[in-house]
């Protein structure tokens, strides 16, 4: 199994090199002159020379992009143009906060869709499954902005509980996790259920009907272990839609995050900020898509055992 | 008159489909003596397989439903009894083996645990006697290296392993019946013939009875004491094993027994049967295989003929009945 | 049927009857499915408004009535009024052209574009298939909204350039789906028959291996279309779409959160349109993968 993990992460690297260009590219494809971009608007003539000549950008294209990597690996993300505090300190103040946030939304989307979608899938076309899969569909229907709207309506307008913004305390992730969980949640519990549906269908299961388990043994001794490894692979997938989804939640609540950072950066031109957000994000997919296969082999004996 | 271990009586099992509840199986009665092996023999979708499902109740994950009828196992019918009691039964003393061993063992579970689940389950001893117990049978099917096998994931053996395994499973609590749904179909011929000789072995170790289902009369005439021949979900003929194939009566059986190869080689078959099996959506008025039989009569497409015992050999069609009383005439 | 040349004459006409048998059993599925009709409704409505709304609609949506500033509903407003005093329900009617037109023609775009890509690739096969495959593993390392909000900060915001950013995470999820009912068809035998009597390439794609794959396109296209709503409400919602004074639906949503402590309704409406509207689309795309993909259900 070692050998496919090595297998993955190495196979890793072309697709890395080849998004780090793409985002490097970044900031040759706005229209205008780089390093007129990074100096600002107000910056003269011999400053964005002397821009120009630091960041190398008069350099070929494949030799500022071989020194940009350097720059990353060495931690160097660049300087911003509003407040010339490097990008990597900026992105330190913020990450926290995002990490909790994010983590937190996956933790309960997880527990509550593997739930739902158990409960769905065991009382398949009963009442609960109904209930259940019309939650679903419908989490998935939900813009979560309005999730978020909504929320700060009834609990903070309304009912004076919690805070509308920031992230002083726990209380203050209460509403944003759960506006960017419900859609992962939903989706899983979706995906949850067909799997475990197919699952209940295999020969497997029935052997274990003819040995005279009950159902609960069925259920969870021999089919959910199986309906969960799909179930992994679209988490990871879905973990995409959770990034994307705090850059909204976070303006919502304003969440003091690396999704508030990005939309300010854009909205200021700060385009180092943006160019290292977008990174940032794309490698953390990548890096927990690569967690999920690795999860994955351990899941699954016939890749564990090769 | 032997001991009757199993008694199918009218049973009727039909199916949920778009177009209402269609029935499949259409109130056969047979029966399982002690240490006896019954086959049953038919093409695929003559209901052989969904009689066998029905008498483990084991149809939920189908659409399908039994809508009459008894099985009585040791004076017991099992049909009213509530799940929880019938679960009692499955496994401990009436236990099913199926034709997939590739898919009939689950993936991600060790084959320890696998084995050890019954056992724990009916016998109520420990995880560790249970592993013992289960290592004992691993052997007593022939499987070497049976502990380290048990540490083992399906996907690691080969077919006619997992198919030992399905065996080793299925008799690990000593079932008075074992019901083995075309149990060697999916192997190699030569595979075959172990599994066969190793299921006759532990028969007649244990004095179980077993109800072997298949489509290969190979099969039923290397291992089965008697016989029954089903078509279109109703049993049409039945007789002990010499004496369906010294005198086979109905036409679809002489059929049947024209078209077998030499034991395994699997092609060819049914070759002397044309057409095929009628859809449950479209079944002839009259004998089901009407259509099909080279000897048909007019009243063949008016009637069906019903099942006539004659010397303990049943059959249902009009060649050897009275087509006016439906009594039995000399052939 | 051992005459090869009756057969070749009435291909066509088997074709066309096949046409006809599939749209009746299609029909005949569907109208089983309750929610998936109710939803198909609620769209031809949403159509249809999107046509005649502004010639139908109570009050002109862009008129500003100082005098009816955040009024919450009421008989004539029944949806309220917002911060220049322009009725919420006439600018929803009139919103939902901008909408529907901006997500689904982003939708269509990354359809046409990974359509074609799935079909090339998954027919030709070998190096044609690793490069388009290796494509779409690059714009599938970019999470969905992270890569459109990065192709709104290069090309600047505005719909036009919302709806390339859309269809650009559209684009490989096509390719895939595409390519892997491409290879199904492939698999069929007509195909390799068709190709031993001498048919271009091109032909076989378009006559033989599209048809196949149109279904699984046309359930797809269905559930991206919620998708891209609620893409294209968040980058509007962002700032990043369209013009805060435009009526779009996102739009009107992005600036009702300063009014949130007063005017709930700027708020909700709004929001609950795009929820119905993807629900449906979402409902509706369930209902045709039961009826046209039923392989992919459960």
């Known amino acids: ?306 | 008159m032997m001991d009757q271990l199993l008694q199918v009586k009218n049973l009727k099992t039909a199916f949920r489909t778009d177009h209402g509840m269609q029935t499949v199986v259409h109130g056969i009665s047979f029966h399982v003596n002690k240490g006896e092996i019954v086959g049953i023999v038919g093409e695929s979708g003559c209901g052989k397989s969904v009689t066998s499902l029905s008498i483990m109740r084991l149809l939920h994950d189908t659409p399908g439903e039994i809508i009459d009828g008894e099985v009585i196992f040791k004076d017991q019918n099992l049909l009213p009894l509530p799940e929880k009691k019938m679960k009692s039964y499955r496994g401990k003393e009436l236990s099913m083996i199926f034709q997939e061993p590739m898919t009939s063992l689950n993936p991600v579970l060790k084959i320890g645990k696998q084995l050890r689940e019954p056992i724990q389950l009916h016998l109520k001893v420990s995880k560790p006697d249970a592993h013992q117990h289960a290592i004992k049978i691993l052997e007593s099917v022939g499987i070497p290296r049976a502990k380290e096998i048990m540490e083992e994931y399906p996907h690691q053996l080969s077919g006619g392993m997992r198919q030992r395994i399905m065996i080793a499973m299925a008799v690990s609590c000593k079932p008075s019946l074992l019901i083995a749904d075309e149990p060697t179909t999916a192997l190699d011929v030569t595979i075959q013939a172990q599994i066969l000789n190793l299921m006759k072995d532990i028969q007649q170790q244990s004095n179980m009875g077993i109800l072997m289902i298949t489509h290969d009369l190979g099969v039923v005439a290397e291992v089965c004491d008697r016989v029954i021949v089903m078509y279109a979900g109703r049993i049409v003929e039945e007789s002990t094993i010499v004496e369906l194939f010294e005198k086979p009566k109905h036409p679809y059986t002489k059929g049947l027994i024209a078209s077998v190869p030499k034991i395994g080689s699997g092609v060819n078959r049914l070759h002397s049967i044309p057409g095929t099996v009628p859809s449950p959506t479209n079944m002839p008025i009259g004998c089901k295989f009407a259509p099909r039989c080279k000897d048909v009569l007019d009243m063949c497409h008016i009637e069906e003929p019903s099942l006539i015992e004659k010397d303990g050999h049943s059959c249902r069609c009009w060649l050897y009945q009275d087509q006016r009383q439906g009594a039995i005439i000399n052939e | 049927m051992s005459n090869i040349q009756s057969e070749v004459v009435t291909r066509e006409q088997i074709v066309n009857e096949k046409k006809e048998i599939r749209f009746y059993n299609f029909w005949r599925d569907f109208r089983k499915k309750k929610p998936a009709l109710i939803s198909l409704f609620f769209i031809l409505f949403l159509i249809i408004t999107m046509i005649i709304g502004p010639y139908v609609v109570p009050y002109e949506p862009a008129e500003p009535d100082y005098n009816k500033v955040l009024e919450s509903p009421t008989l004539q407003h029944i949806f309220g009024t917002d911060a220049f005093g322009r009725d919420i329900l006439s600018r929803l009617a009139v919103g939902a052209r901008v909408t529907l037109s901006v997500s689904i023609s982003a939708v269509l775009l990354g359809a046409v574009v990974g359509t074609i890509l799935g079909l090339v690739s998954g027919f030709f096969g070998k190096w044609v298939d690793r490069a388009v495959m290796r494509v779409c593993d690059v714009l599938f390392a970019f999470p969905d909204l992270i890569l459109a909000i990065g192709i709104v900060a290069i090309l600047g915001p505005g719909l036009n350039n919302v709806v390339i950013a859309v269809s650009f995470f559209s684009i490989p999820s096509f390719a895939r789906i595409v390519r892997s009912a491409t290879l199904e068809a492939k698999e069929m035998l007509f195909v390799e028959a068709t190709r031993s009597i001498g048919a271009s390439n091109r032909r076989i794609i378009w006559k033989h291996i599209f048809p196949e794959t149109v279904p699984t396109i046309i359930v797809y296209f269905t559930m991206k279309v919620g998708t891209a709503i609620l893409a294209a409400a968040s980058l509007s919602f962002l700032g990043l779409g369209a013009e805060p004074s435009s009526p779009d639906w996102g739009a009107m949503l992005s600036k009702s959160r300063d009014y949130i402590d007063s005017s709930f309704h700027l708020v909700f409406f709004p929001g609950l349109i795009i929820f119905l509207t993807v629900l449906a689309f979402n409902l509706l795309g369930d209902g045709l993968r039961d009826v046209l993909d039923p392989k992919t259900k459960d």
């Open chain 1, 1 to 306: 199994m070692w050998q496919y993990i090595i297998k993955r992460v190495l196979g890793l690297i072309p697709l890395i090199l080849v998004v780090s260009f793409v985002i490097f590219m970044f900031i040759h494809l706005i229209p205008g002159d780089p390093a007129r971009l990074i100096a600002g608007k107000k910056a003269t003539l011999e400053e964005v020379q002397v821009i120009r000549e630091n960041l190398g950008l008069n350099k070929p294209l494949i030799e500022q992009y071989i020194v940009y990597l350097k720059d990353l690996l060495a931690g160097n993300l660049g300087y911003s143009i509003q407040s010339g505090a490097p990008v990597s300190e900026l992105i330190g103040e913020r990450i926290m906060p995002t990490l909790g946030l994010t983590f937190i939304s996956i933790v309960w989307a997880l527990v509550v869709g593997i739930l739902l979608g158990v409960i769905s899938a065991v009382f398949r076309n009963k009442w609960p499954d109904h209930i259940g899969m019309v939650t679903a569909v419908s989490g998935i229907s939900l813009p979560n902005f309005w999730v978020g709207l909504v929320l700060i309506q009834l609990f903070s307008v309304q009912l004076g509980l919690l805070p509308t913004g920031g992230a002083e305390d726990w209380k203050s992730y209460l509403m944003p996790s759960f506006a960017l969980g419900a859609g992962i949640m939903a989706m899983i519990a979706r995906f949850t259920r067909s799997s475990l549906v197919n699952t209940l269908k295999q020969d497997y299961i029935r052997t274990g009907r003819a040995k005279g388990l009950s159902g609960n043994a069925i259920v969870f001794g021999h089919a959910l272990k199986n309906s969960l490894i799909p179930v992994v692979t679209i988490a990871g997938l879905q973990f995409g839609f959770l990034l994307g989804g705090s850059v909204v939640v976070e303006t919502v609540f304003s969440f003091p995050g690396l999704g508030r950072l990005l939309i300010d950066s854009i909205q200021m031109r700060d385009y180092p900020v943006v160019q290292a957000e977008i990174l940032l994000f794309s490698l953390q997919f990548i890096l927990v898509n690569l967690l999920v296969d690795i999860i994955y082999s351990f899941l699954n004996p016939k890749i564990r055992y090769e």
